[in-house]
Nanobody, 118 residues
Framework: QVQLVESGGGLVQAGGSLRLSCVASGSISIPNTMGWFRQTPGKQRELVASISSALTTNYADSVKGRFTISRDNAKNTVYLQMNSLKPEDTAVYYC????????????WGRGTQVTVST
């Protein structure tokens, strides 16, 4: 089994910063991709950013230039540095890891709330 535990969410004023962390444990396969997604009520979960084991990154257009994803492979941890936060960034942020080995494997964390006030 694989477990993902997110931390670092909270309440911040517009223009502020937060850093999310996600620690993965269990039977994790290498290489893999780790990513952050977010979801607001009534909307589909959307990709925020992802990073591969080779450190290739991908960002949603809405966060480019403001958010930075990084990872520590030795610690099985992925980070999301969020700067210049906007009220529209308010959501539950979920961590995900995935890999392909005899099929696709995906695991999600339980999420952490990020609220950006005006």
């Amino acid at each position: 089994q694989v477990q993902l535990v997110e931390s670092g969410g909270g309440l911040v004023q517009a223009g502020g910063s937060l850093r999310l962390s996600c620690v993965a444990s269990g039977s994790i396969s290498i290489p893999n991709t780790m990513g952050w997604f977010r979801q607001t009520p009534g909307k589909q979960r959307e990709l925020v950013a992802s990073i591969s084991s080779a450190l290739t990154t991908n960002y949603a257009d809405s966060v480019k230039g403001r958010f930075t994803i990084s990872r520590d492979n030795a610690k099985n941890t992925v980070y999301l540095q969020m700067n210049s936060l906007k009220p529209e960034d308010t959501a539950v942020y979920y961590c995900k890891t995935s890999w392909y080995r005899l099929g696709t494997h995906e695991y999600w964390g339980r999420g952490t709330q990020v609220t950006v006030s005006t």
